[in-house]
């Protein structure tokens, strides 16, 4: 079954850290272009942040730029998004997408989402 799975979101206080995953079955992410993406609730879905297949370029968003950090291991067929430094407005369901390209920050032409891990950052 070709599948993206998130997982590692939860409840953090303000200034915490999560390590979100985007693990994939059934596909290789090595070929693709991996983009995160967030929802929070009454707001659009923002782009989040990307990683390229071909050389493994990161590019951010201004407003993670500093605090989150994007990286693959392909051995594993995960991407994970390292997130410091939380901030309540960083409150938001959590999607990664795989597809074929990065343009900044964004991935473009996804194929395959996951189905989201929520990330709820209070005190």
């Known amino acids: 079954q070709v599948q993206l799975v998130e997982s590692g979101g939860g409840l953090v206080q303000p200034g915490g850290s999560l390590r ?10 090595d070929y693709y272009a991996i983009g995160w993406f967030r929802q ?5 879905r923002e ?4 990683i390229s297949s071909t050389d493994g370029s990161t590019y951010y968003t201004y407003f993670v730029k500093g605090r989150f950090t994007i990286s693959r291991d392909n051995a594993k067929n995960t991407v994970y998004l390292q997130m410091n430094n939380l901030k309540p407005e ?12 990065c343009s900044g920050y964004v991935s473009y032409d996804n194929k395959y989402w996951g189905q989201g891990t929520q990330v709820t950052v209070s005190s």
Do not use: Q, R
């Open 20 to 29: 979100l995953s985007c693990a994939a079955s059934g596909f290789t992410l």
């Open 47 to 50: 782009e989040v942040s990307c």
């Open 90 to 101: 960083d409150t938001a369901v959590y999607y990664c997408a795989a597809g074929n390209y």
């Open 40 to 44: 929070a609730p009454g707001k659009e």
